[in-house]
């Protein structure tokens, strides 16, 4: 009897249904290695920062204010005593610079000096530096401006120098290491989410939290009056230091004196400035496009699943003559070579939901389209990623088109 009642249990437990083990989605965050990662970087910052503040200083800052400070100097009689061009073999051949030496007289004491210009830079052209010279012949009377307050200090030109100008390059190191540091400063590491998926034990990615599958309304990867903001704070940065130049340069033809050798230096800055101009133009008239309202079915979206879309327009879409909404999956992947960083970016899925050009489908509809469930579901992996999106594109003649993107979530096959 105690044999056929252990039997009758161990039937029963075979009948049991077996408990699926939940898999559960374990992601560990090296919090050390991310502090490692910030110090470095603030560290490196730090440097372009300082590296850019003591250029600055040097080439551009202390010359330019003691122009401006000169302007209150008294003005003395001076004797030239000495006037040459002197040449040296620098790193890129041979530069040269301006040599005179001059004695004045101030307070009843007698000093001389040899500071030409406030600033003490030296350049491959000869030819300028040449005119300067003979402009003060040795044994020639000139005027100097001299430093009432520290008398052995004076120059005989208190003018700005187009050399003075390109100190303002040394800005970018200024600005590169100052928002490198703010943004050391206020990034954190992002928390793991929706997008962040990684497998278990069993291969298996998972999540511990459900998401609500309700229809939902997707935020663009960025909005027309941002990016034009973004471009203008650029060109303006570029174009206002290279315009500096360029006025030096006008200034140089008018008297019949130009400098070829900034003139021919400046010539590809130049023309990236007139790209970033064209570019903020584009941005420009770009904000006056309709902008277009994408909605989901479901913020829980699967590999497998349909995907059900519907599209409108806030403003005039009587201009647009042909629309296409896109599903779009992409790899990113980002490595480094020396020192430079680099991100290549690759389609691995990419199909129109719909592509129609009458006034009455561009402005709304609908489309759907099922996932393919052999495919990849999103994944961040730092330099490495899987990203959807939904793009649409309205051609618009003779006008920059609608091209906006939406980030699209696409979790792994066993959430649907």
């Given at each position: 009897m105690i044999d056929v009642a252990c039997r009758s249990l161990r039937c029963q437990k075979l009948r049991e249904p077996v408990k699926k083990r939940q898999p559960t989605l374990s992601i560990t965050t090296t919090r050390p290695a991310l502090r490692g990662s910030k110090l470095f970087l603030g560290c490196f910052f730090s440097l372009f920062l300082l590296f850019g503040s003591v250029l600055f200083v040097v080439f551009a800052g202390l010359p330019f204010y003691r122009v401006s400070a000169s302007r209150s100097w008294s003005q003395e009689d001076c004797k030239i005593l000495s006037s040459r061009v002197e040449s040296y073999r620098g790193d890129d051949g041979i530069v040269y610079s301006v040599e005179i030496e001059f004695e004045y007289e101030f307070g009843g004491q007698k000093y001389t000096s040899d500071r030409y210009s406030f600033s003490a830079a030296s350049s491959s052209n000869e030819g300028p530096k040449q005119e300067t010279v003979r402009a003060y012949p040795a044994g020639s009377r000139r005027v100097c401006y001299v430093n009432p307050k520290k008398p052995s200090f004076a120059v005989l030109n208190r003018e700005t120098t187009s050399d003075m100008y390109f100190g303002l390059f040394t800005l970018i190191f200024v600005i590169v290491g100052g928002g490198g540091i703010i943004g050391v400063l206020v990034w954190k590491p992002k928390p793991p989410g929706e997008a962040d998926w990684l497998p278990d034990q069993d291969g298996v990615a998972s999540s511990t939290t459900a998401a609500p599958t309700s229809p939902t309304v997707l935020k663009p990867t960025s909005r027309p009056v941002v990016q034009f903001f973004v471009i203008l704070g650029i060109t303006l940065f570029w174009c206002g230091i290279v315009s500096v130049f360029t006025y030096q340069e006008v200034i140089g033809f008018q008297k019949g004196r130009p400098e070829w050798?900034?003139?021919?230096?400046?010539?590809?800055?130049?023309?990236?400035?007139?790209?970033?101009?064209?570019?903020?133009?584009?941005?420009?008239?770009?904000?006056?496009?309709?902008?277009?309202?994408?909605?989901?079915?479901?913020?829980?979206?699967a590999l497998g699943d349909r995907l059900e879309v519907k599209w409108s327009f806030q403003g005039r879409t009587s201009s647009i003559r042909k629309l296409k909404v896109i599903l779009v999956g992409e790899e990113q992947s980002q490595y480094r070579r020396g020192t430079s960083t680099y991100t290549d970016t690759s389609a691995f899925f990419q199909q129109d939901l719909?592509?129609?050009?009458?006034?009455?489908?561009?402005?709304?509809?609908?489309?759907?389209?099922?996932?393919?469930?052999?495919?990849?579901?999103?994944?961040?992996?730092?330099?490495?990623?899987?990203?959807?999106?939904?793009?649409?594109?309205?051609?618009?003649?003779?006008?920059?088109?609608?091209?906006?993107?939406?980030?699209?979530v696409v979790h792994p096959v066993f959430l649907r």
């Open positions: 050798f900034v003139t021919i230096f400046m010539i590809p800055f130049q023309l990236i400035g007139l790209l970033l101009l064209c570019g903020t133009l584009y941005s420009f008239l770009a904000m006056f496009n309709p902008i277009p309202i994408v909605e989901v079915n479901t913020t829980q979206l719909t592509d129609v050009n009458s006034a009455i489908d561009v402005a709304s509809g609908a489309t759907s389209i099922d996932v393919p469930v052999t495919s990849m579901h999103s994944f961040d992996g730092g330099n490495n990623k899987i990203a959807w999106s939904l793009r649409i594109h309205g051609e618009i003649a003779r006008w920059p088109d609608v091209d906006t993107s939406f980030p699209l």
